[in-house]
C-alpha cells in the first residue's frame, strides 16, 4: 500500500528516537499491545513508521512551556514519518487530523513544526489540484510576459458597492491586471455581495468591451457554504474570472466545495497564518501548508512580499514563493501572490532572487497613492519589473522610469526596516 | 448600530495605547486618510474601536520573534477592540478574519493572543446555537443524573467494520453512555464509513431493543463536504444520533453546514488544538475558541481532562469545563467532553473543582483494560462519579467499590505527573 509522509522539527527532552515513537504511536496505533486479538502483521500495516531522524542541534531551555521543566537540555532534530493510505484513504480532513493532530499538545516535546508533506503519486488522479494556477491566471487575464500586477479595494470596509465600482473603474483606466476585495470585506451590510459584483463586473465588462482587456477581480466569497455557493454563481453570471476564500477561515472542506466547481480561479488568502507559523517551533511550515491547499485546489496564495509591513522574514518569503512555483506531481504549480507593502522598490531584488515572473504582485498605496495618480501608479509597477527583469537594480531602473522614481520617493521611506514608523502612518498607507 | 468585540492578550515594545490602535486599524478602515473623500463620520462608522487597555506586567524579553530586537522591555496588556456589526454581518469565517486575521503577523508585537469574544443579542436569532447541546445530550442518551460515561473506539486505524462491532457489543454489554470512532478513522479503506455505521447501529439498535438504552455513537464524519453530508443521511438512516468532525481540519464552513441539519448531535474533536494555543502567547484561548463553536452549532467539545496524558495543566482543564457550561445568549451550553487518561480516578477532583456532572466523561484504556474486563471498567467509573458528587476522595471512593479499587491499582501509576514514564506505555494505553 502506498505511504503519504510528513517532516517534522521537533525539540525534545528525552531521548530522540524515544521521541519520535511516541508520535507515530499518538498518530496510529499506538495502543495495539493493549488490545486482545491484535497481531504483528495487523501493526505492521497500519502503524506510522518513523522513516529517518536527523539531529540537528542542542538547546538549553524549552522552546514551548507544558513538557518537563527539568531537563538540562533540548535536542532538535528532523524526523520524517511515515503512514499507510490504508489508514484514512483519500481523505484531506483526516489526512490533515493525523500529520497534525494531538501532535503539538505532547508533552514528550517542548518544539514541534510540520515542515514538509509528502504524497504519493496517486494523489495526483484523486485530486484535481489547482484549476488554473500561474498558466490559467495567465490565461485568464491575457498576461504572459511578466508577473500579473493587481492592488486591494482600500478602505477595507465602508466603501459601498457604487464607490467600490468608481474605484475599479479608475484601476481599470489605470491598468492594472487584477483587484481584489480586502479580506474583511465579503457580504457587509454597506456592500452586499451580489450588489457589489453586479456593479463592479460592469465596470470590468465595460473596460473589457473597449479595451479588449478583463481585469480578473477576486471577490470574497468567505461566508457560511450555501452563501459562498450562492456567490460563486452570482460571479459567474456577471462574467468575472475569480473568486477569493479566506482559507483558514473558511477550512478545507468548505474551499475545497468551492475549488471542485472549477469554473473560477480561487485566490487563497492566508489571514490567521501568523498564528499557524509565527513561532519557529510550533505549527506548519509554509512549504507544508501551500501543499495541502493545492490537494484542495487552490489556484492563487499570498506569501507576503520582500520589506513586508509584517514580521516575515525577505528569507521566508523566497522560500515561500520558491515553493509555490516548486511542481507537485509534475504540474500544479500555485500562483504565489506577493503583497504587503509592495509598490515596485522590491521588484528587482524579488527578481533576483526567485529569477521568476510567475507571480501575482499585488500594490494597495504604492498604486493609489501614487503621487501622479494611480496610472503612474501601475507604469510605475511594470517599469520596475521591466528593470527587474533586465537585471537592473532599483537605483538603475529610476534613471529610466520617471514613474518609479516618484514612487521611489514617496514610498521608500516607508520600507518596513523597523518599528521606529508608527503603524498606521506607514502599514495603513502601504499595503 | 451594534458592535462585536474581541479581548487580546497582548505584547509589545511600543506604547501600548500606539500598538492597541495599530490592531484596530489593520483590522477595519486604517486606510482612511490615504483615500479621498473618506469622512471623519465614515471612520467612525467603520473603525475599530479600542475599548479598553489594562496593563498587566512587563517582561525583558520578547516572547515571540518577528517583533523589534533592540527594545529593552516588553509591556503586556489585556486589550479589549469592538468592531460594528456593520463591517461584515451574520458572517462567521469573516468574523473570524476580523478578529484574528493579520494579527498575529503585526511586528508590533512580540505576543498576541485573542482570550475571549463578545457577540450582541442579535446573535442568538441569526444563528442556532448547539441544537443538543448539554440538555440534548442527555434526551438522546436518556442519562439524566449523572455524567454521559463513554469510550472511544481502540486501536485507532486497523479495525474491519465488524470487529468495530463487535467490540461496540462488548461495551453495550458493559453499560457505557456513549462512544466514538478515533479521530484518525473516518472513511478508511479497511473500515468504510457506511459499512461501519451499518454494522455498528445494528449492535447498536438491538442493545436498545433488548434493553431500552440507546447507545449514543458519535461516527467521525470528517472529509469532503459532499461525502459528510452522504455520511450525515447514512447515520440517520440506521438510526444514529450523533457525528463527530474534527473542527480545525473540516473548518468552519463545512462543520456549520453539517450542524445546521440539526438532526444529529455533533461531537467537535479539537485536535489539531495545540497548534493554536500551546504558547502563552500566541493563538487563541478556549474561552474564545469555543464560544465561536457553539455560534457553528456544536454540541460537544473536547476539553481534555484532569492528569491528561498531554501537555495542559489542570487548571486550564477546569477553565475550559467552565467556559462550556457558562451561558452564552441566556443558553446554549455546549457539552464538555472530557478525556485524555481518564479512568475514574480523577472524578472526585474534577467534581470538586466544578460542581458539576455534566460532563461526558471519556475513558478508553479505562474501561476496556479494566483487569476484570469491561462490565467492572463501566461500574468503576458510575461508582467514582457517584462517590465524588457524594463529596468522598478517591480513597474513601474505593473502600466502597471494588471495581474502582481494581482501576486504581492498574491505572494511578500511569497519571500522569511527568515525563518519567515512556509515553508508548502510558499515553497508549489509557487515552
Known amino acids: 500500500m502506498e505511504r503519504f509522509s510528513a517532516t517534522y522539527l521537533i525539540e525534545t527532552p528525552l531521548d530522540i528516537a524515544a521521541a519520535a515513537e511516541s508520535l507515530a504511536g499518538e498518530q496510529s496505533s499506538g495502543t495495539f499491545v493493549s488490545v486482545p486479538g491484535e497481531t504483528a502483521a495487523l501493526k505492521e500495516r497500519f502503524a506510522a513508521r518513523v522513516e529517518s531522524i536527523r539531529e540537528i542541534e542542542e538547546c538549553s531551555s524549552p522552546s514551548l512551556p507544558g513538557c518537563s521543566a527539568n531537563a538540562n537540555s533540548y535536542r532538535r532534530a528532523e524526523v520524517v514519518v511515515s503512514w499507510s493510505l490504508e489508514n484514512v484513504g483519500y481523505n484531506l480532513p483526516t489526512i490533515v487530523s493525523t500529520v497534525q493532530g494531538n501532535l503539538y499538545e505532547m508533552r514528550q516535546f517542548s518544539g514541534l513544526k510540520l515542515v514538509d508533506l509528502e504524497f504519493p503519486p496517486t494523489f495526483s488522479s484523486h485530486f484535481n489540484g489547482p484549476n488554473f494556477g500561474i498558466e490559467g491566471s495567465r490565461r485568464l487575464t491575457g498576461i504572459q510576459d ?32 487584477f483587484i481584489k476585495d480586502d479580506e474583511l470585506m465579503a457580504d457587509a451590510p454597506h456592500s452586499p455581495f451580489n450588489e457589489r459584483v453586479a456593479e463592479v463586473m460592469r465596470v470590468i465588462n465595460d473596460h473589457a468591451d473597449r479595451s479588449g482587456k478583463k481585469i480578473m477581480f477576486a471577490f470574497n466569497l468567505s461566508d457560511e457554504m450555501d452563501r459562498m455557493l450562492d456567490h460563486y454563481d452570482t460571479v459567474i453570471s456577471h462574467g468575472g474570472t475569480c473568486a477569493m476564500v479566506s482559507l483558514n477561515s473558511v477550512g478545507i472542506a468548505g474551499v475545497k466545495k468551492i475549488c471542485d466547481r472549477g469554473k473560477l480561479a480561487i485566490h487563497g488568502h492566508r489571514n490567521g497564518w501568523g498564528m499557524l507559523n509565527r513561532h519557529p517551533l510550533l505549527g506548519i511550515d509554509f512549504k507544508a501548508y501551500q501543499k495541502l491547499w493545492r490537494l484542495v485546489g487552490v489556484d492563487q496564495i499570498h506569501v507576503n512580499g520582500l520589506q513586508n509591513k509584517f514580521c516575515e522574514s525577505d528569507d521566508s518569503v523566497i522560500r515561500s514563493i520558491k515553493a509555490c512555483q516548486e511542481p507537485m506531481f509534475g504540474g500544479w504549480e500555485i500562483l504565489p501572490v506577493v503583497s504587503s507593502g509592495q509598490w515596485g522598490g522590491q521588484a528587482p531584488e524579488t527578481y533576483r532572487q526567485t529569477q521568476s515572473i510567475d507571480l501575482l504582485y499585488l500594490a494597495g498605496g504604492g498604486i493609489l497613492a501614487h503621487p501622479d495618480g494611480p496610472s503612474e501608479g501601475v507604469k510605475a509597477l511594470q517599469q520596475a519589473w521591466e528593470a527587474a527583469v533586465a537585471g537592473l537594480s532599483l537605483e538603475e531602473a529610476i534613471v529610466e522610469s520617471p514613474a518609479l522614481l516618484r514612487s521611489t520617493e514617496k514610498f521608500s521611506k516607508h520600507l518596513c526596516t523597523g518599528l521606529d514608523q508608527t503603524p498606521t502612518s506607514q502599514g495603513a498607507l502601504v499595503q
Open 146 to 177: 511578466r508577473p500579473l500586477l493587481g492592488t486591494i479595494i482600500k478602505p477595507s470596509v465602508g466603501m459601498s458597492p457604487q464607490e467600490t465600482a468608481e474605484l475599479v473603474r479608475t484601476l481599470a483606466e489605470a491598468g492594472v491586471d
